[in-house]
């Protein structure tokens, strides 16, 4: 069972209006992520919620901003697609804490299409 | 965190051990070693995750000298779906660990 759920897998927006991608977990973890992956390209990460703490990375432009209504939901928000922000969107889940095991689970990803 | 360099690309057979090799040569003293897997349009997967000396599951091992400034992921006897690629991160397990990822090496089976 899909643990990690974005919707929807693939998303066509016009240049400028903006869109929301959604992402939800069953795992409870309290850390959640975006990344934002082009083609040929490592996963690069835009922000994450510690619990419903927001964490911007210093290099993720304005245009992009993030929700977290609770622990299951999180959703990402491009204020005004940009052709170059197409790619493939991915969410993801972690618990934090001590020891070992604290890997991140990854959602199948939204790609995102900008006409 | 500390940052990562891993081969660009790799080819083997079906059949053959795989080994890729990361080096981290600032790794900190609470940065744990993981690996990820990524097929095309799918998320990263988890593979295998360790501190110090060797760790093996059912998927792979992964080998780490006493420095801590490399880390090799064996791949026995890789098959044609194990075409991926392949992320090194170094980074803390304790609170707030953020998963930033590496260039990565991109591995093809050939039958």
């Known amino acids: 069972d899909a643990m990690v759920i974005q919707n929807p897998r693939y998303q066509v927006t016009q240049f400028g209006k903006p869109v929301t991608l959604s992402c939800s977990q069953t795992l409870n973890h309290n850390v959640m992520y975006w990344y934002q992956q082009k083609s040929s390209q490592a996963p690069k990460l835009l922000f994450h919620?510690?619990?419903?703490?927001?964490?911007n990375e210093a290099d993720t432009p304005d245009n992009f901003q993030s929700r977290r209504p609770n622990t299951s939901f999180c959703f990402l928000d491009i204020r005004s697609p940009g052709l170059g922000d197409a790619a493939m969107y991915l969410c993801?889940?972690?618990?934090?804490?001590?020891?070992?095991?604290?890997?991140?689970?990854f959602g199948q990803g939204t790609r995102l299409t900008v006409v | 965190l500390a940052k990562t360099t891993q081969p660009i690309s790799m080819d083997s057979y079906e059949g053959q051990e795989v080994n890729i090799t990361c080096s981290h040569n600032?790794?900190?003293?609470?940065?744990?070693i993981t690996w990820y897997q990524q097929f095309p349009s799918q998320g990263p997967r988890f593979i295998i995750q360790?501190?110090?000396t060797k760790v093996t599951n059912e998927v792979a091992s992964l080998f780490i000298p006493a420095d801590r400034k490399s880390s090799t992921l064996s791949l026995p006897r890789v098959s044609l779906s194990d075409t991926a690629v392949y992320y090194c991160l170094v980074g803390p397990n304790t609170g707030g660990f953020k998963t930033i990822f590496g260039a990565g090496t991109r591995l093809f089976v050939k039958a």
């Open positions: 919620y510690y619990d419903k703490d927001f964490n």
């Open positions: 993801a889940t972690s618990r934090t804490g001590t020891g070992a095991n604290t890997e991140a689970f």
């Open positions: 600032n790794i900190a003293t609470n940065d744990y």
């Open positions: 360790g501190y110090k």
